[in-house]
């Protein structure tokens, strides 16, 4: 696997334990990308010339193969964005702001992202509304992550789908974490909303999607106005696109959504249950070690989770020990991870994370475990 990823054959040294912030990108993807700004660039939607439309099937072409990635039902209900944040910011921003009023509750918990929470204390801000940690009859929206980036937990989103659809709630899933990990089906989810990032799934940087239900989406009014987001302009007044394209004003990041179909190919053609396999093992080796190792402290207790371990060693500092593998060419994360209540919720401010990708290996396992061993002895 690791042999599809440049990267690695112009760093063979290189062992990268931080998937969990970006990935790198396979030959395909960056092949994708070069393909179209080499030999096959044009805008998209605009024009009637053979570039302009080729580069509007093949934009096309990811936003189906989008659809299928996430069993979405319809096309329609794919928008792309700039990545989870960006969807997450556009369902505050036109979702949040339309349809939730004063006194009304969003529960978010301390466990989520920055992306996943900042949202939604501003918009509480703006609009007067409550953030809460739990579904009660107030709840009008629940923001979540399917997985988190922090412990690596995986939540049971059908579950929480099904008691926020008692309170009459909306539920916003953040897939950011779990979208390159394991087959997602929105369907089955019963989720409203659900976002992911690109680059995190092999695919180039500044391109996400947001998936919403058609309904919903068609109850959305646009955050950004311009070019390819409308129906109708005179000067005065104009009409909107229906989704998603009400959502996509301006010039779309053409080449990347078009990489963003290799991306999914190069998952699917491995297959989510063997990714899943492989990057579990992984993690469970390394937590094996882990464990027995002084002083060393695992965040979170959750058995469903995905490939990630976040830890702390009593009497070396996170940013020490990151600067320390750097040197040996380990690539581990290391500070709050984008997550500072959910660190603050540990009693921490900083931590170090390894997470993996399909091109991470055992060997590569014991040769971090080896390294840390020395930079315990070195550093404590
Ligand atoms: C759980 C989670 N949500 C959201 C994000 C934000 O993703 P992006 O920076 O690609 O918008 C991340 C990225 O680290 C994440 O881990």
């Given at each position: 696997?690791?042999?599809?990823?440049?990267?690695?054959?112009?760093?063979?040294?290189?062992?990268?334990?931080?998937?969990?912030?970006?990935?790198?990108?396979?030959?395909?993807v960056?092949?994708?990308?070069?393909?179209?700004?080499?030999?096959?660039?044009?805008?998209?939607?605009?024009?009637?010339?053979?570039?302009?439309?080729?580069?509007?099937?093949?934009?096309?072409?990811?936003?189906?193969?989008?659809?299928?990635?996430?069993?979405?039902?319809?096309?329609?209900?794919?928008?792309?964005?700039?990545?989870?944040t960006?969807?997450?910011?556009?369902?505050?921003?036109?979702?949040?702001?339309t349809?939730?009023?004063?006194?009304?509750?969003?529960?978010?918990?301390?466990?989520?992202?920055?992306?996943?929470?900042?949202?939604?204390?501003?918009?509480?801000?703006?609009?007067?509304?409550?953030?809460?940690?739990?579904?009660?009859?107030r709840?009008?929206l629940?923001?979540?992550?399917?997985?988190?980036?922090?412990?690596?937990?995986?939540?049971?989103?059908?579950?929480?789908?099904?008691?926020?659809?008692?309170?009459?709630?909306?539920?916003?899933?953040?897939?950011?974490?779990?979208?390159p990990?394991?087959?997602?089906?929105?369907?089955?989810?019963?989720?409203?909303?659900?976002?992911?990032?690109?680059?995190?799934?092999?695919?180039?940087t500044?391109?996400?999607?947001?998936?919403?239900?058609?309904?919903?989406?068609?109850?959305m009014?646009?955050?950004?106005?311009?070019?390819?987001?409308?129906?109708?302009?005179?000067?005065?007044?104009?009409?909107?696109?229906?989704?998603?394209?009400?959502?996509?004003?301006?010039?779309?990041?053409?080449?990347?959504?078009?990489?963003?179909?290799?991306?999914?190919?190069f998952?699917?053609?491995?297959?989510?249950?063997?990714?899943?396999?492989?990057?579990?093992?992984?993690?469970?080796?390394?937590?094996?070690?882990?464990?027995?190792?002084?002083?060393?402290?695992?965040?979170?207790?959750?058995?469903?989770?995905?490939?990630?371990?976040?830890?702390?060693?009593?009497?070396?500092?996170?940013?020490?020990?990151?600067?320390?593998?750097?040197?040996?060419?380990?690539?581990?994360?290391?500070?709050?991870?984008?997550?500072?209540?959910?660190?603050?919720?540990?009693?921490?401010?900083?931590?170090?994370?390894?997470?993996?990708?399909?091109?991470?290996?055992?060997?590569?396992?014991?040769?971090?475990?080896?390294?840390?061993?020395?930079?315990?002895?070195?550093?404590?």
């Amino acid at each position: 696997m690791r042999d599809q990823f440049p990267i690695f054959k112009k760093h063979p040294e290189l062992i990268y334990l931080d998937s969990a912030a970006t990935a790198h990108k396979p030959k395909s993807v960056i092949d994708a990308l070069m393909q179209f700004y080499a030999e096959e660039y044009g805008t998209v939607h605009r024009a009637i010339y053979k570039g302009s439309l080729l580069a509007t099937e093949k934009y096309n072409a990811t936003r189906e193969a989008v659809r299928k990635f996430l069993n979405a039902k319809h096309a329609e209900e794919i928008v792309f964005t700039r990545g989870t944040t960006d969807a997450i910011n556009l369902v505050a921003l036109s979702w949040g702001r339309t349809h939730l009023k004063e006194g009304d509750e969003i529960c978010v918990s301390e466990k989520e992202h920055h992306s996943n929470f900042v949202p939604w204390q501003m918009l509480a801000k703006e609009k007067g509304l409550k953030l809460v940690s739990t579904i009660t009859p107030r709840t009008r929206l629940v923001a979540i992550a399917h997985m988190t980036n922090v412990t690596g937990e995986i939540h049971p989103i059908e579950e929480i789908v099904a008691r926020a659809k008692e309170v009459g709630a909306v539920v916003v899933v953040d897939g950011a974490q779990a979208a390159p990990h394991r087959k997602i089906d929105v369907q089955a989810l019963g989720c409203d909303f659900y976002a992911f990032s690109g680059h995190k799934c092999y695919g180039p940087t500044g391109v996400g999607v947001l998936y919403g239900k058609k309904a919903l989406l068609e109850s959305m009014p646009p955050v950004q106005g311009g070019g390819d987001m409308i129906a109708k302009v005179t000067l005065e007044k104009t009409t909107y696109a229906e989704p998603p394209l009400r959502f996509e004003a301006g010039t779309p990041i053409i080449g990347s959504v078009i990489a963003l179909k290799a991306a999914i190919d190069f998952i699917e053609s491995i297959g989510q249950d063997i990714i899943a396999t492989h990057e579990n093992a992984l993690r469970q080796t390394l937590e094996e070690h882990l464990r027995a190792v002084k002083g060393l402290t695992i965040l979170g207790t959750s058995l469903e989770k995905g490939p990630l371990t976040t830890f702390t060693i009593e009497g070396i500092h996170p940013l020490d020990l990151a600067t320390f593998l750097d040197l040996k060419n380990i690539a581990v994360r290391s500070g709050h991870l984008c997550a500072q209540p959910c660190l603050q919720s540990f009693g921490l401010t900083a931590a170090t994370r390894v997470s993996f990708g399909i091109y991470n290996t055992k060997e590569e396992v014991y040769r971090f475990l080896e390294e840390l061993d020395r930079a315990i002895r070195k550093l404590s």
